[in-house]
């Protein structure tokens, strides 16, 4: 794996969150995505609440999809990929249980949105991306916005980051068809592992884990569909079950 450092002029990219979408104000529009998307359906953690009111989600979107920043979907990135579905976010987000002082891992940088809400929670987040495209884009994206506390490395996320490992929490934003025993042993004890677990084109099932002393704790939490995990290694891992 290798480190990623910001490639992307950070005016432009500041530039370009500046844009109105539609002469409608950014800022309201995220208000409003958070009242109505994420508060009404049941988010109730206040430390996730207020990182998605803070975050400017149209600075993690292509120029193409931006004026939809706020909408209630997925949308793409370019790659294959997709930037998740503001519910989804925040509802991974509030299965970590964060309290505001954890090291986070989180598996599938894609745009850094998800890295970006983290960084507003935590003091200290790890991302990998296994597209080096993306990993760049991400990274410049949260230089630009000040997420100095947000660590981007280009590499396969089915091994985690075990020289910087335990990590009291980690998220997984890509799903393989089991869960990575590399990432449950990079767990702290009481450490929190949120994953969607299913195959590519099929409802997956997102879970979480949490490390006791007794062993792994699992809990469904209900369906989602995300892409799939990428890389020899869990190609592999899989083939040999």
């Not at 208000?31 to 953690?45: F, H, L, N, P």
């Not at 925040?90 to 940088?109: C, D, P």
């Not at 809990?219 to 290694?233: A, H």
């Amino acid at each position: 794996m290798k480190s990623v450092r910001a490639i992307i002029p950070l005016l432009v990219l500041l530039a370009s969150c500046r844009q109105p979408a539609k002469k409608e104000d950014w800022t309201y529009l995220r208000k409003q995505m958070v009242a109505a998307q994420i508060r009404a359906r049941g988010i109730t953690d206040s430390l996730v609440l207020r990182a998605m009111e803070k975050v400017p989600r149209h600075c993690f979107v292509p120029d193409g999809v931006r004026d939809r920043s706020y909408q209630d979907g997925a949308l793409p990135i370019g790659f294959g990929q997709t930037i998740s579905q503001p519910y989804v976010v925040a509802l991974m987000t509030q299965a970590l249980s964060l309290t505001g002082k954890e090291r986070v891992l989180e598996i599938g940088t894609g745009s850094g949105y998800q890295a970006a809400v983290l960084a507003e929670i935590v003091p200290e987040v790890y991302t990998i991306e296994i597209l080096p495209e993306l990993a760049q884009r991400a990274d410049s994206t949260l230089r630009a916005l000040g997420y100095e506390n947000v660590h981007v490395r280009v590499g396969d996320g089915f091994w985690g980051w075990p020289e910087v490992a335990p990590f009291q929490a980690i998220i997984v934003t890509c799903a393989p068809e089991e869960t990575p025993k590399p990432l449950l042993e990079q767990l702290a004890d009481g450490g929190r592992l949120v994953i969607p677990i299913g195959e590519q084109e099929k409802a997956q099932s997102l879970r979480r884990y949490i490390r006791t002393e007794k062993g792994f704790f699992s809990k469904d939490l209900g369906e989602v569909y995300f892409v799939p995990m990428l890389g020899d290694s869990a190609a592999g891992y899989m083939k040999k079950r």
